[in-house]
């Protein structure tokens, strides 16, 4: 069984959400997804519109990922991957080379993000209608 891990906040959850679990599961036989906690949010300095439970909630009923796990720290990736026994790690293309001391691990992806969409610009979007 090939095992594969991403991670992300999954914070309003939308189709460029969809598309990249949909093409890291593409990529194995078993996709697991690390939601950061609220408290991690808070120590990255973002803030989420939906607690942890919540996102973690929604990630946990889209039928391509089979487990959720916490995203606790940024030192946790090579314990995770060694725990879980994960053969390919699957980051957005925003993040390219972040990750490649994972590369002795395991395999690293890049997937490209879907244009013209991000949790970001829906936040923004919903701040300038007020």
């Known amino acids: 069984m090939k095992r594969v ?6 914070d309003l959850f ?3 959400h969809v598309r990249l679990l949909k093409r890291a599961k593409a990529l194995g036989d078993y996709l697991i997804v690390a939601i ?3 408290e991690f949010n808070q120590i990255k300095g973002k803030t989420s519109c939906m607690s942890y439970e919540q996102r973690k909630e ?3 009923a889209i039928r ?8 606790n720290d ?3 990736k ?3 991957v060694q725990t879980y026994h994960v053969d390919t ?15 002795d691990y395991c395999e690293v992806v890049y997937l490209p993000r879907t244009e013209n969409i991000s949790t970001t610009q829906i936040k923004e979007k919903l701040k300038n209608r007020r």
């Open 5 to 10: 891990l991403t991670y992300g906040t999954f």
């Open 14 to 16: 939308h189709e460029g």
């Open 36 to 38: 950061s906690t609220d």
């Open 58 to 60: 929604v990630v946990e």
């Open 64 to 71: 391509y990922v089979d487990l959720v796990i916490p995203e």
């Open 74 to 76: 940024w030192e946790q």
């Open 78 to 80: 090579i314990n995770d």
């Open 89 to 103: 790690f699957v980051m957005g293309d925003d993040w390219t080379g972040k990750f490649d001391f994972l590369k």
